[in-house]
Each structure stands twice: as structure tokens, then as C-alpha cells.
């Protein structure tokens, strides 16, 4: 090193610690300019443009939600359900949201009241489907359609009379009259349940020992099955017993008379 050489490094500071931390902070805000710089004149990011994550991805076709209901447990590619046009009309339903099942008590066209589990065929190309507290879904052709409980007539009052009802429409079986006789002595209408499938699913009426007067005075004809008392389908003697006591023994019975849906009203003693 020459003279003049040592002589300008000699006029330089000598580093300290201040001066080294100045030095640092200068870098710093050097370095912090450029990033500022860098993003306003190049907002993408060098990977790409940026995208929050999301956990939920929400497809850009809102119709794609629109086969989704939360609330109907069903398979929406089905598509929602409509009610029935079949003349099915829906008396009772058992739930069982345990296993998913149930049964259900549906009236058929000719007027027979029959109980249907879950995946049980009501009519031909008919099966019951799925089962609520209020409705029943089946699957006719593939499609799946509802029947809900008749939740139209009003509430009746315990000891209140009930309300006049209107006569059957022209074609169908007419309701025949009381005709009630003087009960003799012994039993004069013999009951025996009638079961299938190791159930209940009537009550098979015949002759007592008047040699038959009661049994004809009542309408009954040999064969006939009671299968419901006052709207309801008959599982027991004891529940057949229990709603003839709510009409005072004055009830209306549907009887499956060779196949054939006969109502009528009748005096009965179980």
C-alpha cells in the first residue's frame, strides 16, 4: 500500500457497532422498497395468481343444489316425489327410523284396507318405498310418489255426536241398516280371528247358536270377515273388542266378503 493509498483509507471511519447496525437498517428498507416495487408492478404472484382455500367447494351451476334437499332422505337423482294419482288412500303409518323400515295401512281401489312393509309390493308394479310419520313414498315404475294421511276432517270431541256423512257416490257398495235382533240366550254370532303370515288380519263371523236369526238380521252372509271397526284395521279380538265398546256396541264394519269390500253398520257383542 502506498503512501496516498494509506493516506484515504486513514480519512475513512473506523466501523463501530453503531455503524454496523446503521448498515443493517439501510439493507433492510433497501430490501423492503424493492418487494414494495416488485408488487405493485408485478401483482401476480410468481406461481400463479393467489386463491383462498376453501373447504366447501361451491359449483359455479346453481341448478346443481337445485336436486339437493338436506331434508328429503331419498336419493335426489330420483327427483322430488309428487303425490300419487293412484286411488290409494293411506289409513295409518309405523315408523321405524331405527332400521330405516315401517309398514303402512293402505286402502286399495276395491276398498280393502291391507298393511304393507317397506319394500312389499301394494299393487302390481306398486311397492312401498319408505315410510313417515304422516306420508308414505312408493315407487310406481321407478317413480316415487306420496300418499299422506286424510287430515282434512276435524277433530271430534269425546262424547260429541259425529258429524253427518255423505252417501257413497252411485256404483259403489251402499251401507246396509241396523238390524239388530233380540240377543238370545248362548252367543248369537260366533268370532274366530283369521291370520296370515302369523298375524291378524280379520275377524271370520259366523252362525251362534239361534241357528243363524242374529247372524242374517245383522247382514252377515257365511264367509264374511270383519277386517275393520270404525276406520280401523283389525289386528286382535281384544283392539275389535275395545272399539266396539267406544261406539256402544253400534259400529261400522268393512267386510271382505269373497274378495269384495261390503261396509255396513251393525250391532256387535265380542
Do not use: C, H
Amino acid at each position: 500500500m502506498t503512501s496516498r493509498t494509506g493516506r484515504t483509507v486513514g480519512r475513512l471511519p473506523r466501523p463501530t457497532v453503531y455503524s454496523a447496525a446503521e448498515l443493517l437498517l439501510l439493507t433492510l428498507v433497501a430490501v423492503q422498497a424493492a418487494r414494495l416495487f416488485w408488487v405493485l408492478a408485478a401483482p401476480v404472484g410468481p406461481v400463479g395468481d393467489w386463491r383462498p382455500v376453501s373447504a366447501l367447494a361451491v359449483p359455479a351451476d346453481a341448478a346443481a343444489l337445485a336436486a339437493f334437499d338436506p331434508f328429503f332422505r331419498l336419493n335426489a337423482a330420483a327427483g322430488p316425489a309428487v303425490v300419487t294419482s293412484l286411488n290409494l288412500k293411506l289409513f295409518g303409518t309405523r315408523e321405524d327410523r331405527a332400521s330405516g323400515r315401517g309398514s303402512a295401512i293402505i286402502a286399495l281401489p276395491d276398498g280393502r284396507q291391507m298393511s304393507f312393509a317397506v319394500g312389499e309390493e301394494v299393487m302390481p308394479g306398486v311397492t312401498l318405498a319408505q315410510v313417515a310419520f304422516d306420508s308414505v313414498t312408493i315407487s310406481r315404475g321407478g317413480v316415487l310418489e306420496q300418499i299422506f294421511l286424510d287430515q282434512s276432517p276435524p277433530a271430534q270431541t269425546v262424547g260429541e255426536a259425529p258429524p253427518p256423512t255423505a252417501p257413497p257416490p252411485p256404483g259403489q257398495p251402499q251401507p246396509q241398516p241396523l238390524a239388530a235382533a233380540p240377543a238370545p240366550a248362548g252367543q248369537p254370532i260366533n268370532f274366530a280371528p283369521r291370520v296370515a303370515g302369523g298375524r291378524v288380519n280379520g275377524i271370520i263371523v259366523s252362525p251362534g247358536g239361534d241357528g243363524g236369526q242374529a247372524f242374517r238380521a245383522a247382514g252377515f252372509a257365511p264367509g264374511d270377515v270383519i277386517v275393520s271397526v270404525n276406520g280401523q284395521r283389525v289386528s286382535s279380538i281384544e283392539q275389535a273388542r275395545a272399539l266396539i265398546g267406544q261406539g256402544s256396541g253400534e259400529v261400522n264394519v268393512m267386510v271382505d266378503r269373497g274378495g269384495r269390500a261390503v261396509p255396513m253398520r251393525v250391532r256387535l257383542s265380542l
